[in-house]
């Protein structure tokens, strides 16, 4: 035999040599899920080793997120039912703790990349990421909304706006708002291609975020359907944005690869909260070894092509990669 494969295998050194993905602690995003208050932490059952802090606890968390080489956070608010309505006038109110926690975190971490949420769902009374009105989502009506949140966390100090509502020309509408209000360098991380998955239950069960009618089928994307994840792309990308985002990450790697091909910005992915859930389960019952599947999983995720990877599971690859360095 002329070709045998397996010589650039014989040794833990020349495997290194050849290897052909990296996955380091740089890639990743760290899930933070805030609340309001002090000394809170409030765990959630359906997304094992996840907590919702409120913001002293949170500050304790990204202090050892940094500790192990993460130094990005997505940040989710957990919101009274008594504060939302049907305009989610408290996603842009002065009184939010989730803009006030976001000016915490820059004040004491400025090191820190923070990306944000940017959807009504948190702050709806309808549970829903748009406006509505007789029970139909209005697309138009929803982007000043949306604009208004985006202004307001950039003003509190956000460094990538996250529109996860998934509107018809919110990115184009929330660059904008941002340029006329002298936020130009405030980034827009568009969520691109979210599909309409299963696999968001324990998220939604973080945030008590669930649509008290209907599904989020006439928004989010068709799970079916992979040329229309370039159409999401092509129009995010000409309306501005800076990333594109795939959620969720490790059943959706084809989308990734494609728009990974396609487009000449970085390409994140979101492992989701049923994705890691089903590893945390799995491992759980004695059936898989947690780490392994973790890292085997976000490997994956980068080898079709994310440059960015936001997933519960940030910190505990962190500091596995840690420990191997010694």
């Known amino acids: 035999m002329i070709q045998r494969p397996r010589r650039n ?8 040599l050849v290897e052909e993905t990296h996955l380091t602690a740089q890639h990743l995003v760290q899930p933070l899920f805030l609340v309001d208050g002090k000394n809170k932490k409030n765990a959630i059952k359906s997304l094992p080793s996840m907590h919702q802090l409120s913001t002293d606890l949170a500050l304790k968390e990204i202090e050892k997120c940094l500790n192990v080489g993460v130094k990005s956070f997505i940040l989710f608010p957990a919101v009274e039912e008594k504060l939302k309505n049907k305009n989610a006038t408290y996603s842009y109110s002065s009184k939010n703790f989730y803009l006030k926690a976001i000016k915490t975190f820059k004040q004491n971490f400025p090191e820190v990349n923070l990306i944000s949420d940017v959807a009504m769902d948190p702050y709806s009374s309808d549970g829903h990421d748009g406006y509505i009105e007789n029970g139909k989502i209005l697309n138009d009506k ?32 929330i660059r904008q708002a941002l340029d006329e209000n ?94 890691y859930a089903m590893l945390q389960a799995a491992a759980k019952n004695g059936w898989l070894d947690y780490m392994a599947c973790l890292e085997e999983t976000l490997l994956s995720i980068r080898r079709a092509g994310a440059d960015i990877i936001i997933t519960y599971g940030a910190k505990d690859m962190a500091i596995a990669f840690k420990k191997r360095k010694g």
């Open 182 to 275: 002298g936020f130009t360098d405030t980034s827009i991380m568009s969520y691109t291609a979210k599909y309409a998955s299963a696999f968001y239950g324990p998220f939604r069960d973080a945030l008590d975020s669930a649509p008290k009618a209907g599904d989020k089928k006439t928004y989010q994307m068709n799970p079916a359907n992979q040329r229309e994840a370039l159409l999401e792309a092509d129009l995010d990308f000409a309306e501005g944005a800076d990333f594109l985002m795939v959620k969720p990450a490790s059943i959706y790697l084809d989308i990734i690869h494609l728009l990974k091909q396609q487009f000449p910005i970085p390409i994140a992915a979101y492992h989701v909260s049923g994705e």
């Open 142 to 173: 929803t982007l000043p909304i949306l604009a208004k949140m985006a202004i307001a966390q950039a003003e509190a100090g956000i460094d990538i706006i996250g529109p996860s509502d998934m509107m018809d020309g919110r990115v184009g509408y």
């Open 9 to 16: 295998r014989k040794s833990a050194a020349i495997r290194g």
